[in-house]
């Protein structure tokens, strides 16, 4: 089956970055786009980044562009999010989740296995 | 960037059906698609497309679109049908991002 598991989420200071690392399996990663979704506590989800499933075409919410950069290693099945020059609206939790779509050079917006997430804290 | 607009909140008695409504210009152009998130679990996909429903989602989950309006339809609802709905589409303002609605949460009474 499916899995996604999250990790590197932690508690850190203002302009400090982080690395999250979903590492995937039951599938063929490496036929599909990924995902990074986040969730700030007490709002509702909002979509991070893509990146295609060869991982030469990676898209940024305006929130994030310039700051965060999603890649992916085929060879492991493990999706990353780098995280740079993090402010206290970056507090949220974390998802990876998995495009529906196989092999497309812009994957769909249908994200259809999620991972459980990793919290991510930015507090002075 | 696009925006995706959702009722805050919506109330269902047992059994009964209840429709999700989520509203954008981007919906004219593309289909939604609907998730369910439970606290402190994954988010689940109900319905992708036309009106797909991924394996193992019962078959009280339907959707519709009209105009620049989708409707997630819960027909029968059911106790474990309590949660948080989220739709999302591509940004009509660039069609290789992605955008969420606001959320709705239901209360199955």
């Known amino acids: 089956q499916v899995q996604l598991v999250e990790s590197g989420g932690g508690v850190l200071q203002p302009g400090r970055s982080l690395r999250l690392s979903c590492a995937a399996s039951?599938?063929?990663?490496?036929?599909?786009?990924m995902h990074w979704v986040r969730q700030a506590p007490g709002k509702g989800l909002e979509w991070v980044a893509l990146?295609?499933?060869?991982?030469?075409?990676?898209y940024y919410a305006d929130s994030v562009k310039g700051r965060f950069t999603i890649s992916r290693d085929n060879s492991e099945s493990t999706l990353y999010l780098q995280m740079n020059s993090l402010g206290v609206e970056d507090t949220a939790v974390y998802y990876c989740?998995?495009?529906?779509?196989?092999?497309?050079?812009?994957?769909?917006?249908?994200?259809?296995?999620w991972g459980q997430g990793t919290l991510v804290t930015v507090s002075s | 960037s696009s925006e995706l607009t959702q009722d805050p909140a919506v109330s269902v008695a047992l059994g009964q059906t209840v429709r999700i409504t989520c509203q954008g210009d981007?919906?004219?152009?593309?289909?939604a698609s609907w998730y369910q998130h439970r606290p402190g679990q994954a988010p689940v996909l109900v319905i992708y497309?036309?009106?797909k429903r991924p394996s193992g989602i019962p078959d009280r989950f339907s959707g519709s679109t009209s105009g620049n309006t989708a409707s997630l339809t819960i027909t029968g609802a059911q106790a474990e049908d309590e949660g948080d709905y989220y739709c999302?589409?591509?940004?009509?303002?660039?069609?290789?991002?992605?955008?969420f609605g606001g959320g709705t949460k239901l209360t199955v009474l």
């Open positions: 981007s919906l004219r152009g593309y289909y």
């Open positions: 999302n589409s591509r940004d009509d303002t660039s069609n290789h991002l992605v955008v």
């Open positions: 497309g036309t009106n």
């Open positions: 989740a998995k495009d529906q779509w196989s092999r497309a050079v812009t994957p769909s917006y249908y994200l259809d296995y």
């Open positions: 990146i295609s499933y060869d991982g030469r075409t990676e």
């Open positions: 039951g599938f063929i990663f490496s036929t599909y786009g």
